[in-house]
T-cell receptor, first 116, second 111 residues
Framework: DTAVSQTPKYLVTQMGNDKSIKCEQNLGHDTMYWYKQDSKKFLKIMFS???????INETVPNRFSPKSPDKAHLNLHINSLELGDSAVYFC???????????????FGPGTRLLVL | QKEVEQNSGPLSVPEGAIASLNCTYSDRVSQSFFWYRQYSGKSPELIMS????GDKEDGRFTAQLNKASQYVSLLIRDSQPSDSATYLCAVNTGTASKLTFGTGTRLQVTL
């Protein structure tokens, strides 16, 4: 049973297109995240939702729009794709804790996006 | 100055040796520290977390934290070829579960 799953695993598309990546977790967690890992392996937070509420919104172009229909799902829609958007996008989830900041984040397998 | 810094490596150690991975961070209010392992083409996987100054041991892994020096390290004893991976240091300042990652250190364990 996959704890955090993402679709698709690979995405190859042309510049200017719009695409979506979907994430689902079956861990019962209340917090989900989107990360971007660039070609140099630098992993950076983009967004986070807690119980469908946006709680982290890093400096990301507004072409990127997250959406959380329920606490088990977090999708990422990207408009007008650019070459620089090529990266691996990871979804993650965690369960909020009384001890803030100590939650373990569980990562999905990643979506490898290549913009041509 | 980067918020979380790691030597990118590769760090090469022979099988059976101790691998020492280091990480420094800039935000003094950081409270929680994590080490993730990432195999090539795979997702990050948590291997250790540490919150208080000192050492924390789990099997062959020991995490060390020194908040005064803003330094956290990971020791891997009896290194195995299966330990070859990129090790990511992550720091949380305690707000909104935001993790800031370092660029990772690539470890190679040689036979």
């Amino acid at each position: 049973d996959t704890a955090v799953s993402q679709t698709p695993k690979y995405l190859v598309t042309q510049m200017g297109n719009d695409k979506s990546i979907k994430c689902e977790q079956n861990l019962g967690h209340d917090t989900m995240y989107w990360y971007k890992q660039d070609s140099k392996k630098f992993l950076k937070i983009m967004f986070s939702y807690n119980n469908k509420e946006l709680i982290i919104n890093e400096t990301v172009p507004n072409r990127f729009s997250p959406k959380s229909p329920d606490k088990a799902h977090l999708n990422l829609h990207i408009n007008s794709l650019e070459l620089g958007d090529s990266a691996v996008y990871f979804c993650a989830s965690s369960q909020a804790s009384m001890l803030r900041g100590r939650e373990t984040q569980y990562f999905g397998p990643g979506t490898r996006l290549l913009v041509l | 100055q980067k918020e979380v810094e790691q030597n990118s490596g590769p760090l090469s150690v022979p099988e059976g040796a101790i691998a020492s991975l280091n990480c420094t961070y800039s935000d003094r209010v950081s409270q929680s520290f994590f080490w993730y392992r990432q195999y090539s083409g795979k997702s990050p996987e948590l291997i250790m977390s540490i919150y208080s100054n000192g050492d924390k041991e789990d099997g062959r892994f020991t995490a060390q934290l020194n908040k005064a020096s803003q330094y956290v390290s990971l020791l891997i004893r009896d290194s195995q070829p299966s330990d070859s991976a990129t090790y990511l240091c992550a720091v949380n300042t305690g707000t909104a579960s935001k993790l800031t990652f370092g660029t990772g250190t690539r470890l190679q364990v040689t036979l």
